[in-house]
């Protein structure tokens, strides 16, 4: 979790850092993925409400409570940020859907408190406790305790009791500290949604290659002028600077790192996209939601050593008319090339950060801008497509294309397709 969200954290001026102590923990017997996903929404939040700050993810045994079991382990998870805090008034209410601390606070930091309900779902499922305590203006932190099995005393499932106390990531590129082995890529991934990231990253780390992410540009540019890539996979559509005006400026640094092949990812399938993102000098286009064969075939041009590409795990879904049996049949398939932990963890992202995008929707359209509109509408297409929503996706597209008088009854349907998935998939949070 803390590897993942390095990037954000950097973009913002915070550091992140790892508190616990090995050696005091004994290996435990719980549900891994609810508990990445839970603790990826409580750091993902403390960074997003920090500026030049400190978040610290500890984790600490307790004494047993009384009535339990032998046997059993009662863990605290604290995620303490030196951010802009929360009025008391409101804490109350903060675990609940849609509910945060003003309404400025959704349209400054995006957002509908969506996640901290997931959190606390999640949490509740795994007979915990989670809340929160916090100061304005000095931070907040964050805990939930959980009680779970003891396996083994004192060691890890691999035998590693002489873990560090502490680990800090200040900065992404932390692949890149080691140079990479025979047949292996050094990937440097630019992409600022976080769904994407995961995806593509559990993707690249699953075919063997190291991966170092960033979600900007300008991040793109400064990474690949200190270390050697073997390729970059560059998102189009970035906050700060776009991924063509990255590309044109990789090509001006001095030395071979100008060189280093550049892959366009992006949702504008259109032949005059394509040519306007080779002009700025990338070397490849792939279309997302990426197929991963084809991505394969393409790392396989900077990989010469690479055996040849596995063949997709399952055929393209049959076209229907029904819009949910359509998603259906390309959720299945997402699920199926996924893996279910990490199609539950990708899609316990995308409620929250969805719900985030069409609130910034619906303010563009209320403050009738619309270059927002259409930056967070091309969020919400890719995010959807990514885990087979097709109908969501359709919808977004035609939102982002939309004039100013078709943009209201666009927004409206993107947000009916959007209600229908949820109602579908909304409770498939661990498989």
């Not at 790892?18 to 923990?25: R, S, T, V």
């Amino acid at each position: 979790v803390i590897d993942l969200l390095a990037p954000a954290a950097s973009t913002r001026g915070n550091t992140l850092i790892g508190d616990w102590i090995a050696q005091e923990i004994p290996t435990l017997n719980g549900d891994p993925t609810r508990l990445r996903q839970v603790l990826y929404n409580l750091v993902g939040n403390a960074n997003k409400f920090t500026d030049h700050g400190t978040v610290i993810l500890s984790i600490r045994p307790l004494t047993p409570a009384p009535g339990d079991a032998a046997g059993l382990q009662r863990l605290r998870f604290e995620v303490r940020d030196t951010g802009i805090g929360i009025a008391p008034e409101v804490l109350p209410g903060l675990f609940r859907p849609f509910e945060q601390a003003d309404t400025s606070t959704t349209r400054r930091f995006g957002g509908t408190g969506l996640g901290l309900a997931i959190c606390r779902r999640l949490v509740e499922a795994m007979d915990g406790e989670i809340g929160v305590d916090s100061t304005p203006g000095e931070g907040s932190t964050f805990w939930f305790t959980l009680t779970l099995p003891i396996v083994a005393h004192g060691l890890r499932p691999d035998g590693d009791a002489t873990l560090p106390a502490t680990a800090a990531v200040t900065a992404p590129a932390a692949a890149a500290a080691a140079p990479p082995q025979d047949g292996v890529l050094l990937i440097l991934l630019a992409e600022d949604n976080p769904t994407n990231q995961l995806l593509l990253t559990t993707r690249l780390h699953r075919a063997g290659h190291r991966v170092d992410v960033v979600a900007n540009g300008e991040e793109a540019v400064d990474a690949v002028a200190r270390h050697d890539y073997d390729v970059v996979l560059m998102d189009m559509q970035m906050p700060a600077l776009d991924g063509a005006s990255a590309t044109r400026r990789i090509r001006a640094l001095d030395g071979p790192r100008a060189k280093v092949p550049v892959v366009a990812l992006t949702a504008d399938a259109l032949p005059e996209f394509r040519q306007r993102y080779m002009d700025a000098g990338l070397d490849d286009y792939l279309t997302k939601p990426v197929e991963w064969d084809r991505l394969e075939r393409v790392l396989s041009r900077y990989r010469p050593a690479a055996p040849a590409p596995r063949a997709a795990a399952l055929a393209p879904a049959a076209a229907a008319a029904d819009e949910a049996q359509v998603d259906a049949l390309q959720v299945r398939k997402v699920r199926a090339d996924l893996g279910d932990d990490v199609f539950d963890d990708v899609l316990a992202l995308y409620w929250p950060r969805t719900a985030a995008d069409l609130d910034a929707c619906g303010q563009a359209l209320a403050d009738g801008d619309l270059d927002a509109l259409r930056r967070s509408a091309h969020s919400v297409k890719g995010s959807s497509a990514s885990l087979g929503f097709e109908s969501v996706t359709r919808a977004a597209a035609h939102l982002a294309e939309a004039s100013p008088e078709q943009a209201g009854a666009a927004f409206a349907s993107v947000q009916r397709a959007f209600e229908r998935v949820r109602a579908a998939y909304g409770l498939e949070l661990h498989g």
